[in-house]
Structures are given as structure tokens and as C-alpha cells.
């Protein structure tokens, strides 16, 4: 088949066009490697322009792109937690993190430079748009659980378990990827509902929440599969109560 | 009294009694500011000293002496989980936690600064010596359990913890402090257990520590507590068995 159309790759592109060829260069540079790695020149020959370029439209250099970069990264995780508020929170929580390790495993090197800090392109800002994206992370899984004026304890429960998540998707990347994605994820909602439970014996509200939560699950639901998982090895504890 | 030893002040101090002395300074002002509010000249006025003499000591200047005095808060704190391997494993958390918080009590801003990272003085130096309190803390527990050949599963677990508590403390000190040190302990060895016990459902060797930790726990102990805490919020899930 013949096309009128001119090749894309010959076609001018807008400013817009340009700016978010470059970007999408940068972030798929960034992605895979530590900023350290990344050049200005890298930026431009993935994007098949020169390098003056690349300077017209990110006059701050690989500073500039970098945070540019991760902005739009951290757009697209805010979105990982937004989630229609139905059905029960194991399987809303499951689908948020299969986005959000998705993103971990597309992003991992640049992730792991990200979080684990010490970087030459870190800064205030950059560490600012991090902690944008746990805030927003906790907003939505505070709206998940149906609260509408969280106190500490549930506040602090939530993040512990974003904490956590980070925690285990950079021991995940450290380890060659290992276990498969779909396990890690069920394994971090039953930690996520082994936390609130703890925090319920201490906090009226995070127990309110908590048995609200359990009428939605079902038998053959993830917390059914980890309450019969864990009984056998519990048991014995029942001499604790 | 009159004493016939001269004034501590006014006594020559030897290079390494100097350096102590400079050291201490530094983490004292560390400890309460960011780094970006911590001059050559605040430490000198600390110390008692002209600021050419710190530079002497100290010839790489603010970045040298915070590099010093955070491995030397390192040290502190990777002595935090070293702890007899005696008695039941909820105590001898919770001793650890004991020592981890104190610390972080006493070196709030500082460990904010610290581990929300962007700061001036982060290099992957700084990156590596907090990562190395991580490590020795997650080698100290990982003993604590009493296995010699951790797995994936139980070392990801054990990490996951660690992250959540650097979570708890960060949003411990964010929100003035609340609740009280020996509740968040207690709190913090709740979730710890919390979350052998998940693992311990998809983990073999991680339901054998388990087990295994739960003969030393006593019934008035921190887990017999949680125990009977926990059971009424959760009676009702007994449908999902």
C-alpha cells in the first residue's frame, strides 16, 4: 500500500510534537539507566536530532530533561491508585499495583537510581515530585477505604505500606525480578491487609474500616486464600489468647 | 571544692581529642537542622573554635565533617539491633526499637534530611553508608530468626519492615511525635510479626521461623496482646475459611 501522507519521520513536527518526542527520548534513556549514564548527546541521537537541538527546547541541559522527565513519570504513577470504588478493596488494590509495578518493571533502572537516592541530577525538586506521588498515592487508598477524616494511625498505617511497597519493588529489581510480578502483587495486598489489621487492635477507626472491608471479600477472594494460607501456621497461637 | 586539675576548657586537646570534639559539634548541629542550615562557622562557635582551625581538621570543609558525622551516627545505629539472641523475639525487637527511636527522637531534622534526601551534601557516599545501616539491620534480624540461609522471600520480608519503619518514623516526626515512643514500638513489632505471618503463607521457611518464634512468646506478652486485640475485629473473616 502507497501513502500520500508524507513519512513521519520527514514530517515537521510542532513545538509540542518536538518537545514531547525529546521527552519521550529522555524518559526512555532514563528509564534504563542511571542518570549518571545518560548524555545530553544520548538524548539526541535517540530522538534523531542534533544536540543544539536537544538545548532550544531544554536550555537547562540533563537537569532539565531529567526532572521534565520524571514529572511526566510521576503524572502517570499518580494515575496507578485511581481506581472505580467498587468491589472489594483486595481486587482494587490488586489492579492499582499491577500498574504501579508495571511501571516499576519498565522503569527499572532509572527507578532504582530514583529512590535510591544519591544521585547528581537529585535534587529539592526531584525528591518534591517523589513525595507528590506517595501523597497522592495515600489520598487514594485513604478514599479507597471510605474514610473521610483519616486520623494518624490510619495515615501513618498507609504509608508504611507505601513505604514498604518501595521497599520491595527496589529488593524486587535487586533480585533479578524475582518472584513473578502477579505474586509480588497479591503478596503486597495480604501485607497491606496484615497491616491494618494490626492497626485495627489499636485505633477504633482503622477497625471500623477493617470490617467494613471484610464483608466485601469473598471465600475464593485473596483474603480468604491468605486466611487459609496463614491458619495452619498460627494455629498453635490460639494458647496465646 | 577547689580542684587542682586545670579547667577541662582550657586544656590542650590532642589531635584526636580535637577531631572527637569537632565531630561532636557537627552531629549536634546535624542532628536538629538540615544540612543546608549548618555553616563552617555554626560548627566552630559550637566547638569553642576559630573556623581555620575546624578547616585544619577538616580540610574538605561541610562536606567532610557531615560525611564524618553521619558515619558516625551509622555506627550508633547499626549497633541499635545487635542484641542477645535470648527470650522471646517480640522483646528483643522491641529493645531494638527501643535504641532505633531514641535515635531518631534525637536526631530529628537530621534524619528527615537524611533519608528524605535532595540535599545538598548527598552524594552516592552518604547513599551507601545509610544503605549499609539497612543491610546490617536486616543481617541483625535475619539472625534474630535464627536462620542461616534466608531466602528471597524471608529477606524481602525483613527489608520490607525496615522500610516501613523508616516510613513510621518520618511520618512519626512529620506529625509532632504522636503516638508516644513506646506505642509506636510496641506498634512497630506488631506489624513486624504481622508480616512473617502473611509471608509465612506462601514461604515454607518463613512458616518455620514463625513457628518456631511463637513457642518462646509468651500469652502477657507483646503477642498475646495483639492476639486478643485483633481476634474481634477479624472474628467475622472466620466465614472466608
Known sequence: MTSQAPTPAYRRLSVEER??????????LFAHRAPEEVSLDDVAEAAG??????????????????EAALRSAAED????????????????LARALDRYLAFVDQH??????????????????????VDGVRRAAAEHILDHLGVKDPGRRLRMTVRMWITAVEG?????????????????????VEQFVAMLVVSAGR???????????????????????????????????????
Open 108 to 129: 527499572d533502572a532509572g527507578f532504582t537510581a530514583l529512590l535510591q537516592g544519591g544521585s547528581v541530577v537529585e535534587t529539592s525538586r526531584t525528591t518534591a515530585i
Open 49 to 66: 536530532v542534533s544536540r543544539p537541538l536537544v538545548y532550544r527546547y531544554f536550555p537547562g541541559g540533563k537537569q532539565q530533561l531529567y
Open 203 to 241: 485505633d477504633p477507626q482503622t477497625a471500623r474500616v477493617v470490617r467494613a472491608a471484610l464483608v466485601l471479600e469473598g471465600r475464593e477472594g485473596a483474603l480468604g486464600k491468605l486466611a487459609r494460607a496463614v491458619l495452619p501456621v498460627i494455629g498453635d497461637a490460639a494458647r496465646l489468647l
Open 19 to 28: 518537545r514531547s518526542q525529546l521527552l519521550e527520548a529522555a524518559l526512555s
Open 77 to 92: 504513577l499518580e494515575h496507578c491508585f485511581a481506581e472505580p470504588p467498587e468491589g472489594p478493596l483486595s481486587e482494587r
Open 168 to 188: 520491595a519493588s527496589l529488593s524486587w529489581l535487586d533480585g533479578g525480578k524475582e518472584p513473578p510480578l502477579d505474586e509480588l502483587r497479591d503478596w503486597l
